[in-house]
């Protein structure tokens, strides 16, 4: 971007650390928490992830911006990072799927942006002190002032963020992963009869959404304050607990249902936020990692696979406060060994703090889609032999 027409852009953590540079996208304000993604594309489902509401993200990939975006690529409706933070920006986007600039979308959208600063030296700092809240203003040039601004923010424990994001209606979801897409073709050829999922929704990824269809389920999307007794209503074959963002012990209604949809026995499969909510539903503690896991390899595993990973959260399910008579830890994140997947000893429960649709990412955990539909399917053939 032409610096001669770029508006100056201040951002100022927590610390008091300060970084002038260059604004794209909206001009204005914006306080939030500051987290960083290593992945090396797929800014813009990072940036329409609701699991990243509240938050102002650093990528530590050198430019942004090259492919653009388009509307098959978003997670959600709109952006919902606060804001953004790069090293460069592409403001001519090569690719032939482009419809619009990058920093045109985050203006269209009033999301703020910074670049031409060292977000090497700030990924570094995060590393070591751990995420704190920033601000970034074209507005406030005064570093004190800002400062200030971000001091008064309140802190990511104890947020309940779940209430900005989840959806406020019920709504069906049936279209599938794009053909052009499809990286599982196999495992989707032969779907069998219509599965119904209940999902609630906590911050969905479409790509979620499009994984459950093409195994041939009808996806019942739900708010995320919807009680265990209006989901049954549905007579569902499985229970999906979706992504979000935020602390999960704060999203009290969320561990209230799952704890009553247990009772019923159903299929349940949870994704990061869903693995946490479900962790305290079965008597778990969650807690908030230094600077937590965003990126697109992380390896996770147990014992002798390794799947290359997808994952982007803060917190993480306590070990130690897991009910082990009960609950079995079958993920782990191989590089600080916190909890990254859990199953149930005697339920076809079971959830990951990872994102097995990877979208960006690898697809080393697809196999957990067909893992749950099998679940329903052999609960569905067990109620069969019952009624017989």
């Known amino acids: 971007m032409p610096l001669l027409d770029a508006t100056p852009a201040l ?28 992945g090396m594309t797929g800014y813009q489902e990072v940036l329409t992830d609701p699991s990243y509401c509240g938050q102002i993200v650093v ?19 709109q952006p919902q990072v606060r804001g953004a933070i790069a090293r460069n920006i592409c403001i001519r986007p090569s690719n032939w799927r482009s419809t619009q600039s990058l920093p045109d979308y985050l203006k269209q959208h ?19 002190f751990g995420a704190m809240n920033g601000g970034i203003s074209t507005e406030i040039m005064d570093e004190a002032e800002l400062l200030e601004r971000v001091l008064a923010a309140p802190s990511m424990s104890g947020l309940n963020l779940v209430r900005e994001v989840t959806t406020q209606k019920v709504y069906e979801w049936s279209e599938p992963t794009d053909s052009v897409w499809e ?21 969905i990824k479409r790509n979620i959404l499009r ?17 265990a007794e209006e989901i049954l209503k549905y007579n569902p074959d499985g229970i999906f ?3 979000g963002p935020g602390d999960p012990a704060a999203v009290t209604e969320g561990i209230e249902t799952t704890k009553a949809l247990l009772s019923a026995q159903k299929p349940m499969f949870g994704i990061c936020m869903g693995h946490q909510i479900l962790g305290h539903a079965l008597g778990a503690e969650t807690f908030k990692l230094k600077f937590g896991h965003r990126g697109l390899n992380q390896p996770a595993g147990l014992q002798r696979r390794v799947e290359i990973t997808s994952q982007n959260h803060s917190f993480a399910i306590d070990p130690d406060s897991l009910p082990k008579q009960v609950v079995e830890i079958s993920h782990l994140n191989l590089n600080d060994r916190t909890v990254a997947g859990v199953r149930h000893k005697n339920l076809p429960v079971f959830s990951v703090q990872y994102h097995p649709e990877a979208s960006p990412g690898p697809h080393d955990a697809d196999y957990l889609f067909e893992e749950f539909v099998q679940a329903m399917r052999s609960a569905r053939q067990s109620q069969a032999a019952e009624v017989k």
């Open 11 to 38: 951002f100022v953590l927590a610390d008091g650390t300060s970084y002038r540079g260059w604004s794209f996208g909206a001009t204005g304000t914006v306080i939030g928490e500051v987290v960083f993604n290593t």
């Open 59 to 77: 990528f530590t990939y050198p430019e942004l911006g090259n492919t653009g975006v388009n509307q098959e690529d978003e997670e959600s409706q």
């Open 110 to 128: 009033q999301i703020p942006g910074i670049y031409g600063i060292d977000t090497r030296g700030i990924t570094r700092k995060i590393r070591n």
């Open 183 to 203: 990286f599982n073709p196999d495992a989707t050829a032969n779907p069998g009869e219509t599965l119904t999922v209940v999902a609630l929704d906590f911050g």
């Open 211 to 227: 994984r459950l269809a093409s195994y041939n389920c009808r996806v019942i999307v739900v708010p995320a304050d919807t009680p």
């Open 241 to 243: 607990l979706s992504n």
